[in-house]
């Protein structure tokens, strides 16, 4: 019940912050007052510990849709033109494939966060947060305001629209391809391959797209198809990462793989392994990967029973955030891969705090997601630490 009211009052100040106005200014944002000291259930009213602790922050939507939409409003407070985004992408509830290969529309040059349309129909929290941001329009994109990938999205009244159209995942995801590298007048040098099929293990590959722009490509277990070879053959050699074990992407399609440019595997035993082994990734050679090995960032997480998150994690990618997405399989603990790689990322400090790095963690969805317990035991494990030199 503690999750659900502060998370009710967190949708309402979001959805609140550029849709209503205050007197005769539209451009001023409602007072929003805050529960008083003699409210009943005041503490529950604050939303804290699941809002927020010292090092998390929680975006504690009920559904896929609603975490987009929190995470847009964060990242674009549309308080003012220079908050607004120039567009923004609509990915349909049922289409996670959409969610990971789409977020490289967040990526610059047109910088567009996602939000979720169900079928036809916006929802209310997805309305109301495309109303609030009030897209200029993209002038990549021949000034629309609303990029939607496939049919199914909802086409907004009043709104200049594209879409990028294709008949399967695997033909959607060639074709943002294709209209991601004419915004940018070039194709990526670097393309990640992820599963079609096995959603867990493409989520990371989200966030990845939103930071760098790099084009996100599917593949069926066993086979490459059609769509993905004409793709990758239009970026002439690029270095190709293959994000999963042979189980999820199998070596007969690295071997077809190997014909259209160098592959690199990245790869764990499961879904939160591989996401760890991601955040991890240095290419060396190039500027792919996060090369996540020591304290200083924020990262995100999000529950591989709710796929959508990713697309809801690509803006936190951007915007001064730029943080990969780490998954957990549970909500009740931290896997304990997951656990020991936050561990080894755990910063301290030696005499002044004021001279140390911080880690921080966006928890993605309400506590059937990410348990208000798991998240205290977050916090633990990225809080700065006081560490003494030249221990044992």
């Given amino acids: 019940m503690r999750l659900r009211t502060s998370l009710a009052l967190l949708l309402t100040a979001a959805a609140g912050l550029g849709g209503c106005s205050l007197g005769d200014d539209d451009d001023k944002p409602p007072l929003i007052p805050g529960p008083s000291s003699n409210d009943t259930e005041a503490d529950e009213k604050l939303g804290f510990p699941s809002t927020a602790t010292k090092n998390t922050i929680r975006v504690g939507g009920g559904d896929a849709a609603a975490d987009a939409a929190g995470v847009a409003s964060a990242v674009f407070p549309g308080?003012?033109?220079?908050?607004?985004?120039?567009?923004?992408?609509?990915?349909?509830?049922?289409?996670?494939?959409?969610?990971?290969?789409?977020?490289?529309?967040?990526?610059?040059?047109?910088?567009?966060?996602?939000?979720?349309?169900?079928?036809?129909?916006?929802s209310e929290v997805s309305k109301d947060t495309l109303e609030r941001l009030d897209p200029k329009g993209s002038d990549l994109s021949k000034d629309a305001q609303v990029i939607r990938i496939g049919d199914a999205p909802a086409r907004p009244d009043g709104y200049k629209t594209a879409v990028i159209e294709g008949k399967d995942p695997y033909e959607r995801a060639a074709a943002i391809d294709r209209f991601f590298s004419a915004a940018k007048g070039r194709p990526s040098t670097s393309v990640v391959v992820a599963s079609g099929e096995r959603a867990e293990f493409a989520m990371p590959a989200a966030a990845w797209a939103a930071r760098s722009g790099d084009s996100v490509l599917l593949t069926r277990e066993d086979e490459l198809p059609p769509e993905t070879r004409k793709a990758l053959a239009e970026h002439e050699k690029p270095d190709i990462y293959v994000l999963g074990p042979a189980d999820v992407i199998s070596e007969k399609v690295v071997t077809e793989l190997k014909k259209l440019g160098k592959v690199v595997r990245i790869e764990g035993d499961t879904a939160v392994e591989t996401a760890i082994e991601f955040a991890r990734f240095d290419a060396g050679r190039s500027d792919f990967g996060w090369g996540i090995e020591v304290p200083g960032y924020n990262f995100t997480l999000a529950n591989t029973a709710r796929p959508l998150d990713a697309a809801a994690s690509a803006a936190l990618a951007t915007k001064g955030v730029f943080a990969p997405l780490l998954l957990t399989d549970t909500a009740d603990s931290l896997p304990k891969p997951l656990e020991i790689y936050l561990l080894s990322v755990q910063p301290g400090f030696e005499d002044d705090p004021g001279q140390a790095v911080y880690n921080r963690v966006w928890i993605l969805g309400d506590e059937t997601q990410v348990s208000v317990a798991t998240q205290a035991r977050l916090d633990q494990v990225t809080e700065l630490i006081p560490v003494q030199a030249n221990a044992p």
């Fill in 79 to 122: 308080t003012s033109d220079s908050t607004r985004p120039t567009a923004v992408v609509l990915v349909d509830k049922d289409d996670w494939q959409a969610g990971v290969t789409g977020a490289a529309l967040m990526a610059n040059p047109i910088g567009a966060p996602l939000l979720v349309s169900d079928g036809e129909e916006l």
